[in-house]
């Protein structure tokens, strides 16, 4: 099931911190929420995720809203709101059709953190899959309920809670609007699947639709009981109809066509949907069925009026940033698509797309001078050899950035928290000491238990650690840009030379044919 980029916000009253970043680190049973364990028993890591603390200094997201509760004076009772989380889902098809990887999506989340809860202690965290296996890569951005610094006032902020020191963050109608436009430039700036979080469009749902849409839920819940009772995780949890599809897959394409011909183009080349205009009206054909839907029976957006205003709209939209300006489309096997069933429209369109395809790849062969194919293929093994160097390179980078980082930490940690240690030693009531200084004492034990572990018996320089992670992060930069340009030309070449041969192979059964 398709849902494009969504803004979602929990509020949390759970004074333990760590617990949310091991929620973000950890495998947890979908149903029961426990963390899944391993054979010896502990923690089983998730496959794969990005994590970054920021506003935190050079304590842990956990020690930092523990620091700055006891700072303030806040978050003592239990009805406290101790953190916030919001989380960007991005639409599934993203990573296929734009290019998001797990990377990309860690970064717009750090932007959008950093511009949005400025002086909060925060987590951001990238998962390649959302809930039901639904394959959509997501932000989860946590964020400490105290700001510990004041930031720059914004016209969206109404009150000194949203911009002062000391002031509990607030998810108000008018901050949650405000985010849900970020939310919107965000995906547009990156030229990923968007819809309209402030006004969703007027559907025009008809009683036999309301009714399909009721007995098709049923339907689903019953399967989805017996799935789960037999141990196995449904697919899907809504339903929906073939309006309901039809009408997120117009308003994908929508958002982003620049004229009528660009998005009819898109209509059919996605989705197999044909459009066509009679008397002023629109009308849309979906794949499998042969009677037009008219647009009024979907709703107000998909009309000839809010079609052309949101497409001249789009083309008047400056845009922000350019994205696979010099990509490379791939051949489509004409014969196969139309085993589907699809019309005679279909066809011609397929063709006409071909040919546009196979004049780009033999303008790009021409200018890379990679006409003859025993120099294309030297090129492609050359292009591979530097594009797994760069990142094998850019993984060993990160892993010493890593070890850095968790050493500065540690190191940060060790020294600002060494004096209360001391201090426990002499107290008068050290149950009541160890209470009141719980945060520092374990950041100081977690410290020295690292140091322990890896042998280390004098502390290094903070300096030193930060000039070494500055130049280590220097070299991944200039490694991942090696590693990336080498990636998008390897892509398109190889493109390219699939193209070639599809091309050939449809050219010999045609003039066996003649």
């Known amino acids: 099931m398709n849902c494009m980029a969504t803004l979602k916000h929990i509020a949390s009253k759970n004074s333990d911190y760590t617990a949310i970043e091991a929620y973000l680190v950890y495998q947890h049973d979908a149903f029961t929420g426990k963390q899944l364990l391993d054979e010896q028993g502990r923690p089983k890591l998730r496959e794969s995720y990005l994590l970054d603390t920021l506003e935190c200094g050079d304590f842990s997201f956990a020690t930092a809203c523990l620091l700055a509760n006891r700072k303030y004076g806040k978050n003592t009772q239990h009805g406290d709101i101790k953190s916030h989380q919001y989380i960007i889902s991005f639409d599934p098809r993203d990573a296929a059709d734009n290019g998001l990887t797990m990377e990309t999506a860690q970064a717009l989340g750090l932007k959008f953190c950093e511009e949005n809860f400025s002086g909060h202690p925060a987590i951001v965290c990238t998962h390649p899959d959302g809930h039901n296996r639904s394959g959509n890569i997501h932000v989860h951005i946590v964020i400490g309920s105290i700001r510990t610094r004041e930031v720059e006032r914004k016209p969206y902020m ?9 002031m509990k963050h607030s998810s108000t109608a008018q901050t949650m609007r405000h985010l849900r436009v970020e939310v919107m430039e965000l995906c547009e700036s990156a ?3 968007q819809i309209d979080l402030l006004n969703g469009s007027k559907e025009r749902v008809s009683e036999a639709e309301y009714w399909a849409r009721r007995r098709g839920q049923l339907k689903l819940d019953r399967e989805n009981a017996a799935l789960t009772a037999a141990g196995q995780q449904p697919r899907q949890k809504k339903f929906e109809t073939v309006k309901d599809i039809l009408r997120k897959q117009i308003s ?4 982003r066509a620049t004229s009528f011909e660009d998005f009819s183009d898109k209509l059919m080349q996605q989705y197999g949907i044909a459009v066509k205009e009679s008397r002023g009206q629109l009308s849309y054909l979906p794949t499998g069925r042969t009677k037009f839907i008219r647009a009024k029976h979907l709703g107000d957006k998909f009309d000839k009026t809010a079609v052309l205003a949101t497409l001249q709209a789009n083309a008047e939209r400056k845009p922000k940033a350019q994205f696979k300006q010099d990509a490379i489309g791939k051949l489509i096997d004409i014969q196969s698509r139309m085993t589907e069933g699809k019309g005679i429209g279909y066809k011609r369109w397929l063709t006409k797309h071909n040919l546009k395809i196979m004049a780009q790849t033999v303008n790009l062969l021409q200018e890379k001078g ?7 293929n030297q090129h492609i093994a050359e292009l591979e050899t530097k594009y797994h160097d760069s990142l094998a390179v850019v993984k060993d980078l990160e892993g010493r950035m890593k070890a850095n980082n968790e050493l500065r930490y540690h190191v940060a940690a060790y020294t600002s928290t060494k004096s209360i240690a001391q201090q426990l030693k002499t107290a008068k009531r050290p149950a009541a000491f160890e209470e009141q200084h719980r945060a520092e004492l374990t950041a100081y034990r977690a410290a020295a238990a690292y140091f322990k572990a890896s042998n280390i018996t004098k502390l290094p320089s903070p300096k030193n650690l930060e000039a070494e992670y500055a130049q280590l992060a220097s070299e991944k930069a200039k490694f991942y840009e090696q590693y990336k340009e080498a990636k998008e030309e ?10 070639v041969a599809s091309f050939f192979r449809e050219e010999e059964p045609a003039q066996q044919e003649r």
């Open 158 to 166: 109404q009150k000194p809670r949203d911009w002062l020191e000391g």
């Open 191 to 193: 030229g990923l699947y």
């Open 252 to 255: 994908s394409v929508l958002y």
């Open 370 to 376: 990679l006409t003859d194919e025993d120099a294309l």
């Open 490 to 499: 390897l892509l398109k070449l190889k493109t390219a030379k699939q193209n």
